[in-house]
């Protein structure tokens, strides 16, 4: 687990590196301005929301998709790459639950929004 600033070091916390960790996956996202917080940074906690899409892959209204809520994930931030994509987006790497990799990886990219939460995760 990426180490946040300020964190105390304890003989538990140092070892072999392993990113991912056993159980999580990496997984970076090419991003729209709009899309994640302003001055995003690595070891931040996020809620990834994942939204249904229309073909033009545009969120579909919420009045469209009969009432069905945005797909919460719990990731950590691993890299911001303000330099992007060469196509305008941002790229950000986020470690999450292997679990939900799949759900992630089937998400269209205009329906993926990521919210910074608190540092416990509310």
């Not at 600033?5 to 392993?18: I, M, N």
């Not at 790497?93 to 416990?120: I, R």
Request: hydrophobic residues 45%.
């Amino acid at each position: 687990m990426p180490l946040v600033p300020g964190t105390l070091l304890t003989p538990s916390l140092v070892g072999e590196a392993a990113i991912p960790p056993p159980g999580k996956v990496a997984a970076s996202l090419a991003l729209k301005p709009g899309q994640y917080p302003q001055g995003l940074a690595s070891g931040v906690r996020v809620a990834v929301y994942i939204s249904p899409t229309g073909p033009d892959d545009q969120p579909v209204p919420a009045s469209s998709a009969a009432g069905t809520p945005p797909v919460r994930l719990a990731a950590v931030v691993l890299g911001v790459d303000l330099a992007g994509d060469g196509q305008g987006s941002t790229v950000v790497t986020v470690l999450l639950d292997e679990a939900d990799g799949p759900t992630l990886a089937v998400a269209s990219t205009g329906g993926v929004m990521l919210m910074q939460t608190a540092a416990g995760g509310a």
